[in-house]
C-alpha cells in the first residue's frame, strides 16, 4: 500500500483568478505588479511562493471570494 503525498495544485490556483494574465492583471489593478511571466515560472515549478499565497488570498477576499489553500491540494501516489 502507497501513501499520496499531498502537493499544491498551482495551476488551479492560477485557474481560481482566471489564469497568468487575468492574475496579473487583478494584482495590478490592487497595486501589486506581477508579470504574466511570474506566474508561469510558478506553474513551471510547481510552487507560488508564500508571500503571494496570502496577496492571493487577501485579492480574493477583496474581491468577495474565498480562496482557501486546502482547496487546491492534490494527493499524488508516492514513489517510495
Known amino acids: ?32 505588479p506581477l508579470t504574466v511571466k511570474a506566474i508561469e515560472k510558478w506553474q513551471e515549478r510547481g510552487q507560488i511562493p508564500g508571500a503571494w499565497l496570502v496577496r492571493m488570498s487577501q485579492l480574493a477576499k477583496s474581491e468577495g471570494r474565498i480562496f482557501e ?11 517510495t
Open 1 to 32: 500500500m502507497s501513501e499520496a503525498d499531498p502537493t499544491f495544485n498551482v495551476r488551479a490556483a492560477v485557474r481560481f483568478f482566471g489564469g497568468p494574465a487575468d492574475l496579473a492583471r487583478r494584482f495590478e489593478n490592487v497595486g501589486e
Open 69 to 79: 489553500i486546502t482547496d487546491f491540494i492534490k494527493h499524488e501516489e508516492s514513489n
